[in-house]
């Protein structure tokens, strides 16, 4: 442990970090671990669908032809396609176009424009609102309340979903309407809540009448071991404890065949998914169902989605082992950090002693390793602790990826030093 270390010992182990330090910046790398996109050799699997539908082939189940304009809901065959992964019947889902992002965001916009089923008004017309944040979480779920005024409350995630003592606590107050949730192998902790903690979600009373659960589902078949685990399914849990319109779940094909271009779906409750074509059709004549066709074409059934997820398994399992033999090679027993070992998702999760990390992701800068920045995984990216780092290895190379957390473990341990040698000083 280096908090055990003697002065001239912290000393000598110092000099050697820094030594280890100055000869990785001396490789004049150039690393890239900052966003959790597919690698050009996973697109690569997806490449089939370029060609599909094929000419002529242009006709969907029910005979319509997918090129013109209607059917705003998604293709049925589609809709049957993905029933089992969203965990809904093909009637209460909704396919949108490349992003569920775009739909996470429509969704909040709808809501403060026109309320939501149950609501008394819009939400903008409240005095405030306010979602519940549990963090570490996902930067671009923040932009969206911090785009809108929606105040954000942190909530501790405890390794098996959100701190449900606190989220009951937070969720009576009438301005909190909504919460983030990304329930499987969560961004960045890789956790899966637990039953209990959905049942709990599910159940609790809201002093918002028309509280959503925002229920990210991104990473529903993102697996990274034989076991494809599974949890809970949220829209049925909320329907038996009498809130059948609580969840609002999202997920998207961007990490299951093309990131920029693939389908992204909505599933809810009856009543929200008529809600959420009343607005989509507003908006759009109908979405893209070339793409619709072709993704039904070239992933056939739910056994060919499974297979394809597989060979994604396959070239990303070998990245994440790199990022935790890495630390626990350098860090093991250090008492320096700690993180993760994912069992699914695009992230590794890690935590520094309070105050590190925002000092390790400048050490990496300037070694030529980029990392998201510090902050970026708690709201308006403030994190009170300075603690967390989130990793994203997928994109890399996997010599790269070893390169990068090799660099990135010798960051940590530098700035873990230098952290005990000015607490020291400072007790001096
Ligand atoms: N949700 C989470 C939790 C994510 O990590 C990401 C991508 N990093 C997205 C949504 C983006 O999804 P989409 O491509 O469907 O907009």
Known sequence: MIADLSASDLEAYGARIRADYDAFRA???????????????????????????????????????????????????????????????????????????????????WALLKGVPGSERPWSKESEIAFLCPVPGYDRHFAICEEYGVRMIPVP????????????????????????????????????????????????????????????????????????????????????????????????????TLAGAGLAFFASSEANVKWYLARASKRTIGPDKLNQLRHVR?????????????????????????????????????????????????????????GSASRVVTLAKEAGLLLTGAGATWPYGKDPHDANLRLAPSFPSLSDVKAASEGIAICMLLAAVEAEQAKRRAEA
């Open 27 to 109: 490789r004049g790398l150039k690393l890239d671990m900052t966003r959790g996109k597919p690698a050009p050799e996973q697109l690569d699997l997806a490449e089939g669908l370029l060609a599909l539908p094929g000419n002529r082939d242009h006709f969907t189940e029910a005979g319509d032809d997918a090129r013109n304009y209607g059917g705003v809901q998604g293709l049925p065959e589609v809709r049957k396609l993905f029933s089992g992964a969203l965990g809904a019947s093909p009637a209460n889902i909704v396919v949108g176009d490349n992003a569920s992002l775009a739909m996470m965001h429509d969704s909040i916009v």
């Open 157 to 256: 995630l405890t390794g098996h979903g959100p701190d449900m003592d606190k989220v009951e606590e937070l969720a009576r107050d009438p301005a909190v309407k909504g919460m983030w949730c990304v329930p499987k192998y969560s961004n960045p902790s890789a956790e899966l809540y637990s039953d209990e903690t959905i049942r709990r979600l599910a159940a609790m009373k809201t002093g918002a009448p028309d509280f959503r659960l925002f229920w990210d589902n991104a990473y529903v078949l993102h697996h990274l071991t034989e076991t494809r685990h599974e949890i809970l399914n949220v829209i049925d849990a909320c329907a038996a404890a009498g809130n059948p319109d609580r969840a609002f779940v999202f997920a998207s094909t961007s990490k299951m």
């Open 298 to 354: 070239f992933l056939k059934d739910e056994a060919g989605l499974l297979a394809h997820m597989d060979k994604h398994r396959a070239l990303l399992a070998p990245k994440f082992a790199a990022v935790t033999e890495a630390l626990e090679a350098r860090l093991g027993g250090q008492g320096a950090a700690s993180w993760i070992k994912p069992e699914g998702g695009y992230f590794v999760s890690v935590d520094m002693t309070t």
